[in-house]
């Protein structure tokens, strides 16, 4: 099992930067899929980013060229680096786990999920 943490969420202006960060807790983490998730009020949860165990990289078309994933299997950490936020980009983000591969990764296959750190981007 899988406990996740996130923090580095906050209030900036558009244009401007955040770095999210995800602490893992218990056995395997190098081993999952992880991702980046957010849910605006009123919307669905939708996916931001994800990585997989072996590295691959994928991100969801309104944020690419402007997120970036990573992963540091030394620390079970993970992180969302934001710039050029935009209002849009308002939402709860969550961190988020599945064993082994991102294939389909929709929030229904994940099975263990962070709290949540609020992203805030005014005009």
């Known amino acids: 099992q899988v406990q996740l943490v996130e923090s580095g969420g906050g209030s900036v202006q558009a244009g401007g930067s955040l770095r999210l960060s995800c602490a893992a807790s218990g056995y395997g983490f190098s081993s999952y899929c992880m991702g980046w998730f957010r849910q605006a009020p009123g919307k669905e949860r939708e996916g931001v980013a994800f990585?997989?165990?072996?590295?691959?990289?994928g991100y969801a078309e309104p944020v690419k060229g402007r997120f970036s994933i990573s992963r540091d299997n030394t620390k079970n950490a993970l992180y969302l680096q934001m710039n050029s936020l935009k209002p849009e980009d308002t939402a709860m983000y969550y961190c988020a786990a599945k064993p082994k591969y991102c294939s389909d990764p929709q929030p229904k296959n994940f099975d263990y999920w962070g709290q949540g750190t609020q992203v805030t981007v005014s005009s």
């Open positions: 990585i997989a165990s072996y590295g691959g990289i």
